[in-house]
């Protein structure tokens, strides 16, 4: 995904998983504002869901305290 500047946004929970985090929520609170928000995302049966994404910022940082 893309902001649209074009910066990268990573799905969070699929960043923890790959980095063996295991408390996701823990791990987010320790975000800046910026570097993580909340999004609706439409599943393929047209259902409205929220997902946590990070910023390339916040990947980093993520990645540095795994």
Same mark, same amino acid.
């Given at each position: 995904?893309?902001?649209?500047?074009?910066?990268?946004?990573?799905? #969070?929970? @699929?960043?923890?998983?790959?980095? !063996? $985090?295991?408390?996701?929520?823990?791990?987010?609170?320790?975000? #800046?504002? @910026?570097?993580?928000?909340?999004? !609706? $995302?439409?599943?393929?049966?047209?259902?409205?869901?929220?997902?946590?994404?990070?910023?390339?910022p916040?990947?980093?940082?993520?990645?540095?305290?795994?």
């Amino acid at each position: 995904m893309l902001k649209k500047d074009g910066e990268p946004l990573f799905v #969070a929970k @699929d960043v923890c998983s790959v980095l !063996g $985090i295991h408390n996701n929520r823990d791990a987010l609170a320790t975000l #800046a504002g @910026d570097e993580r928000d909340d999004v !609706g $995302i439409t599943d393929a049966i047209g259902r409205k869901q929220e997902t946590t994404i990070v910023s390339e910022p916040g990947l980093y940082r993520l990645v540095f305290k795994s």
